[in-house]
């Protein structure tokens, strides 16, 4: 009792220092806190389905690991995480197989956030794989979803991570654009890096030294690191730095073979206190040519450099030279590299959001589906279909079969629907007057309900609309007498259980289907979309400059995806690391006589996604 106490307690000062940050342990239902004091709750308050499992591996994992949730059905399931709308946020998403289903099969499938795609997750046998994603949300919810990609696959998940990020972070970069992490290494520290030495727990990886580099330790404690992307000062203490001012670092990116736009940030501060006749200066230089300025670290303060705007592969060459002057060789701290996103969507539209949202807090059955209804295409919720413009609309609702009780709400707002198929649920009422003016509808299938009193004229004065209305036995139609007093005088021309038929009564089955909650999308506000072309603004020229003097970016945040070894959580990680990196480094050694310094966290899995 009194360690769960304790653990309250932890946990909620973990959430106090860390906002509204949240550490969701999928499959548990318990609060607990872990070794970095970082409080996390179960997932029972952020979805309704799926199935919670534990995992059968008996390798160490941190507690986050040792459950998950897999989904056997439906197209994806989703994660919603309240987050203010307009906030730049830091998702991470975990999976840890551990042979769970004991068939030895790690599956693979889909990560989707806000309706974007995010990555394919190819889950391991024995390593965490982690996805991160850095971006300004656009409405007031943080969705997290998986989909199935192949049969017999079925997506699961272990962990999310939400953090928010100052706005000023990462700010080199239209926020209509995510970081998606390939890389972030801290040079020359033993130890991973993250919470509480990361305010924003950013998971610093220690880089491999292949023996080309001296490790440099900072003689300053305290070292002032206000820099716009607000990096720890832990990070500072110590460095990489070749032997002698000749050798260049050839930094180590984890880029894809194709080429992709990019967002990276380089790390320095000065180690000591130099003399009068030391210099150190250097350069990037890529691919060759020199694309900074000089750079000269301050002794006890943190600098940077940025390069946003640039387009990148595992074959560019990015390497810090001293320049002419410099007595000392080039060093460097901490790296981090990003890929950027395609243009982010704004979501289905609005006036569909919402509809949707009226039925789901009609029926409850509805309320358990999340994320975007439509997007990313093809995963839409299995109950509507939609158009494949960039805005989808919905134009079907096949919700037959599915339970709902009640009476029918209001979604008018639907204006694109074509088919609306509810037959075989118990929906009472009358039929509502707007289905009869929905501009586009061709098909209203309200079979096998208990829907009383009278069709609506607009309803059966409509020639274009296909209606099937058997088998509500309250309902009048033409030929039956009806105890409410007819209101309008024409009757529709369709056929009910029993009615005559006088015209087209073929029922309209459709498929099945439901849900809907998505108060969180009716509220998203409008953010302000500049609709660049995502090429555009990302692949242009190089800008590599000094961060403290840059511009400041109107903030926006990029997403990014690693995979970590399990025992990411352990103490004793570091060391594991270093192996996993090893074998994976000697794959892929690249011929050259320049040290690169080489620990491609995310390539474990043998070349990543
Ligand atoms: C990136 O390039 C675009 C177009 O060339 C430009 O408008 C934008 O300001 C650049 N962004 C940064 C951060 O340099
Ligand atoms: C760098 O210097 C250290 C110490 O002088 C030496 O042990 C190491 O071999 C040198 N490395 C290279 C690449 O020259
Ligand atoms: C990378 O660029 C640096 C600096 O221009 C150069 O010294 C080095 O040889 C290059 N390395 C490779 C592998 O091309
Ligand atoms: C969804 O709509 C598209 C055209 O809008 C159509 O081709 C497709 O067959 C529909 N899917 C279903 C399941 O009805
Ligand atoms: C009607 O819906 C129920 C579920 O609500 C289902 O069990 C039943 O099979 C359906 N009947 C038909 C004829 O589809």
């Known amino acids: 009792m ?8 932890i946990a ?25 004091s970082m409080g996390w709750v179960g997932d029972e308050n952020y979805i309704q389905h799926g199935e919670a499992v534990v995992v059968q591996s008996s390798k160490s994992v941190s507690q986050a690991m040792t459950t998950l949730r897999v989904f056997t059905d439906r197209k994806k399931n989703c994660y919603s995480i309240a987050a203010g709308k307009g906030s730049q946020v830091l998702v991470r998403a975990s999976f840890f197989y551990g042979n ?132 720890p000062g832990a990070v500072f203490k110590n460095a990489f730095a070749p ?65 946003a705007n ?26 981090e590299v990003f890929t950027v996103s395609d243009e982010l969507t704004d979501g289905t539209n609005r006036d569909d959001v919402e509809g949707l949202a009226s039925l789901q807090n009609e029926f409850d059955v509805l309320g358990d589906w999340g994320g975007d209804p439509c997007l990313p295409s093809p995963y839409s919720w299995d109950w509507i279909n939609c158009t494949s413009a960039s805005t989808p609309r919905v134009t079907a609702l096949y919700l037959g079969s599915f339970g709902l009780s009640g009476f029918l709400p209001d ?19 009358s039929i509502p007057e707007f289905l009869g003016t929905l501009p586009n509808l061709k098909q209203l299938n309200l079979a096998n309900n208990e829907l009383s009193g009278l069709i609506p004229s607009s ?46 009564n073929q029922p309209v089955i459709l498929g099945t289907v439901i849900p809907i909650f998505v108060l969180l999308w009716v509220i998203g506000g409008v953010f302000a979309v500049l609709h660049h072309k995502r090429k555009s603004a990302a692949t242009t020229g190089a800008n590599a400059g000094q961060a403290g003097g840059a ?27 270093v192996n996993d990196f090893r074998v994976n480094i000697q794959e892929q050694q690249p011929a050259q006589d320049q040290p690169v310094d080489q620990n491609d966290q995310q390539n474990q899995q043998g070349g990543g996604y």
């Open 459 to 504: 309803i059966s004065k409509n020639t274009k609309l296909k209606l099937v209305v058997t088998g509500n036995p309250d309902l009048c139609v033409s030929g039956k007498s009806c105890k409410t007093a007819s209101a309008d005088g024409d009757n529709p021309t369709f056929s009910s259980s029993s009615g005559k038929k006088k015209k087209n």
């Open 411 to 429: 979604f008018s707002s639907m204006t694109a629907l074509e088919i609306i198929d509810l037959h075989n649920n118990s929906l009472i009422g």
């Open 551 to 577: 511009n400041r970016p109107n903030g926006t945040p990029q997403a990014g995806k690693m995979q970590m070894p399990m025992q990411m959580a352990a103490n004793n990680m570091a060391q594991n690391i």
């Open 100 to 231: 769970y289903d004991k068939k030895s099969s790690p599956p693979s499938f889909d990560l989707l956030f806000d309706g974007n795609h995010w990555a394919t997750v190819e889950t391991s046998g024995d390593e965490v794989v982690s996805h991160e994603v850095i971006y300004v949300t656009k409405r007031d919810t943080v969705s997290v979803c998986v989909a199935q990609t192949s049969p017999n696959m079925f997506p699961f998940i272990s962990a999310i991570e939400v953090r928010s990020l100052d706005e000023k972070m990462y700010g080199h970069i239209d926020s209509n654009y995510a970081l998606m992490l390939r890389r972030r290494v801290a040079y020359g520290t033993k130890e991973i890096i993250r919470y509480s030495d990361d305010l924003y727990d950013r998971i610093w990886v220690p880089a491999i030294n292949g023996g080309d580099f001296t490790v440099l330790t900072s003689d300053e404690s305290f070292i002032d690191v206000s820099l716009d992307d607000n990096p």
């Open 2 to 9: 009194a360690t769960y106490l304790l653990f309250l307690i």
């Open 310 to 335: 640039f387009s990148a592969s595992s074959n560019t060459n990015f390497s810090l030279v001293a320049t002419s002057v410099s007595t000392l060789p080039p060093l460097i701290n901490a790296l």
């Open 243 to 307: 032997n002698s001012t000749s050798i260049s670092i050839q930094l180590g990116t984890n880029l894809p073979a194709t080429e992709v736009p990019i967002y990276m940030n380089m790390y320095f501060s000065e180690v000591s206190v130099l003399d009068s006749t030391q210099r150190r200066s250097f350069q990037l230089y890529i691919d060759g040519k020199s694309t900074s300025n000089p750079f000269i670290p301050s002794y006890g303060k943190a600098g940077e450099m940025y390069l």
């Open 12 to 36: 909620a000062s973990a959430f106090s220092t860390l906002n509204a940050d949240l550490s969701i342990d999928c499959g548990e239902s318990d609060i607990y806190a872990d070794d970095y």
